[in-house]
């Protein structure tokens, strides 16, 4: 039983799947009936298990020991989740939960800290109801655990909840706390748990996420002395009493008459899963004083505190608001070069579910950030959704040893002016330049579009930009894929495109931003302006007369011009 208590806990961090390391699900007396075993993944390389039983460690050290939080909740809850998936399927390659010794300068809780068991969805929440009819729900505020100590009214500790036996002495910070009474209006001895938590304004869950609540507070616990100002940010929800009143209605009363009136306000009674929705919706979608990362579920009857275990007890359980973030494993990095030479490192992902969307692919931005993170297949990475609906990369979770060597384009190569002809190396950057070409940016060209081109060029019938100027039905029909009907039409097409504006001509071979300051004019006015020129036009400052001086003085660019004005498009004429 010893070692049970020392495994390493978490609370709401995924503490269920550490303990089902060493324990089977049966014998952790679990409040939500045990699902069926997901499929085993492939098996991991010895390089992946080491890497993330390294990073877990190195998480639990930061959480545990000084408070930090290395990642959020729903990232760790998946990473443990993964580790105790490839344990069930490969027990022979994946270790067991390890023990972690208590450092020096730590104190025992009175109360050890239980952390909380998740449940997964309504379904489970329902059940675990329907077996209880004193239930209550309150938010799971998102802070820093505490445990405060009273004797007579007097505060004589307070501890960080380290592995939920032993902790940090905080008592020196917590006196600095206005949230936290020195002295009682009773002379009697509690032990209370709760949660010191960043104060906030209006605070919409749904809208800010936890917004760096809990690592300012963390940070501001670790300074030497804190200001008046820097304590007034610092609130205190008190979660339980472990030997208070045995009856919540009358817990509650109690804890509200000695100074923790928020514990009151927010926690309710609750028999059904479709109230146990309602409030989890609403304190997730409405202006709450501090973060939130879910709901607790708690039965008001339960065993003294002398009973009490740093584990996941049955009376009380976590319903968690959906992750905003997912962890990821990169099975390749693609880099694309845009129509501007721009190149874009695009991670493709073994397909993870966030939020109710598949997301297969994310970039990592610019190639600087990539060759700052170093990401390469294997690695996991972290990732959201920006705006509920364009994947994007937060940060690398661990990374997969040895590095594999990757081939990248030399970034030197590529540039605005580069890759107006089909060559090699320019295959990526020449598409990319028909593709806006025939955009709505530029010509406009109804019904044609990547897929067109590629035909084309793949036929050998478009090598330069303009070629397909001069192609008619019959060249057309050579492409695969373009009957006698759809070459008629895309004949008529871009044939039309001749008598497309000046200004969308422009556009159309990729004429800097700042063009428009120079109209109306003619291709002869336009190509005769030097920089200073340009740089005296509106708008247009020293760095873009630059790039539109070398546009109109580049070699390709003026023969594709010449052409042009033999086909008689207006505005190149001379």
């Known amino acids: 039983m010893r070692l049970h208590r020392l495994l390493v806990t978490r609370q709401c961090r995924g503490l269920s799947l550490l303990l089902l390391f060493l324990f089977p699900l049966a014998a952790l007396a679990a409040p939500a009936a045990p699902a069926a075993a997901a499929p085993c993944p492939p098996p991991p390389s010895s390089s992946a298990v080491e890497a993330l039983v390294a990073r877990l460690a190195e998480w639990d050290e930061a959480y545990y020991r000084r408070g930090e939080s290395r990642v959020s909740d729903a990232i760790y809850d998946q990473a443990r989740a993964r580790l105790a998936s490839?344990?069930?399927?490969f027990p022979e390659r994946v270790p067991e939960a390890t023990v972690m010794s208590h450092p020096a300068g730590e104190v025992d809780h009175p109360v050890p800290q239980t952390g909380l068991a998740k449940l997964t969805d309504v379904e489970a929440v329902a059940r675990w109801l329907s077996r209880r009819h004193d239930a209550w729900i309150q938010p799971k505020v998102d802070g820093v655990a505490v445990t405060l100590v009273y004797r007579r009214g007097e505060l004589v500790a307070a501890i960080s909840r380290g592995d939920g036996e032993r902790g940090q002495d905080w008592t020196a910070q917590a006196?600095?706390?206005?949230?936290?009474?020195?002295?009682?209006?009773?002379?009697?001895?509690a032990v209370l748990q709760g949660e010191l938590y960043r104060r906030l304004e209006g605070h919409v869950q749904a809208e800010a996420g936890d917004g760096g609540a809990r690592a300012e507070v963390v940070g501001l616990l670790a300074r030497g002395r804190l200001s008046d100002a820097e304590a007034a940010r610092i609130g205190l929800f008190v979660w339980d009493w472990p030997d208070g009143p045995a009856d919540m209605a009358t817990r509650l009363r109690r804890l509200a008459a000695l100074g923790f009136a928020d514990t009151a306000t927010y926690t309710h009674p609750v028999a059904e899963s479709a109230e146990a929705v309602r409030r989890r919706r609403a304190w997730l979608r409405s202006p709450l004083p501090f973060a939130t990362d879910g709901v607790v579920l708690r039965q008001a009857s339960r065993p003294s505190g002398e009973a009490w275990q740093a584990a996941p007890p049955a009376w009380a359980v976590a319903w968690k608001h959906p992750p905003r973030e997912a962890l990821a494993e990169v099975r390749g990095v693609e880099f694309r070069i845009g129509r501007t030479g721009r190149v874009t490192p695009l991670l493709h992902l073994v397909p993870v579910a966030l939020e109710g969307r598949t997301l297969r692919r994310v970039t990592a931005g610019s190639l600087s950030r990539w060759r700052e993170l170093d990401i390469r297949p294997?690695?996991?990475?972290?990732?959201?959704?920006?705006?509920?609906?364009?994947?994007?990369?937060?940060?690398v979770a661990w990374r997969e040893t040895p590095r594999r060597p990757l081939r990248m384009p030399e970034p030197e190569a590529y540039h605005a002016l580069s890759c107006l002809r089909l060559m090699?190396?320019?295959?990526?950057?020449?598409?990319?330049?028909?593709?806006?070409?025939?955009?709505?940016e530029a010509l406009d060209l109804a019904g044609v579009g990547p897929g067109t081109w590629r035909s084309l060029v793949e036929?050998?019938?478009?090598?330069?930009?303009?070629?397909?100027?001069?192609?008619?039905?019959?060249?057309?029909?050579?492409?695969?894929?373009?009957?006698?009907?759809?070459a008629r039409t895309l004949a008529a097409t871009f044939a039309a495109a001749r008598a497309a504006p000046f200004a969308d001509w422009l556009q159309a071979l990729g004429a800097p931003p700042g063009v428009q300051a120079g109209l109306p004019a003619d291709w002869a006015t336009l190509s005769g302006h030097a920089r200073r020129d340009w740089a005296a036009l509106p708008g247009v400052g020293p760095g873009r007369a630059e790039a539109l001086a070398a546009f109109f003085a580049d070699p390709e660019i003026r023969r594709l011009a010449e052409q042009l004005a033999a086909l008689g498009v207006a505005g190149f004429g001379r």
């Open 378 to 395: 294997g690695d996991h990475v972290i990732v959201a959704l920006a705006g509920l609906t364009i994947p994007r990369l937060e940060a």
């Open 175 to 189: 006196r600095r706390l206005p949230s936290v009474p020195e002295r009682l209006p009773e002379a009697l001895d």
């Open 86 to 89: 490839w344990h069930r399927c």
């Open 424 to 440: 090699a190396g320019c295959e990526a950057q020449f598409f990319e330049r028909l593709a806006w070409l025939s955009g709505s």
């Open 459 to 486: 036929a050998g019938l478009v090598t330069g930009l303009l070629e397909w100027l001069a192609l008619d039905e019959r060249a057309l029909r050579r492409a695969h894929g373009i009957g006698e009907r759809r």
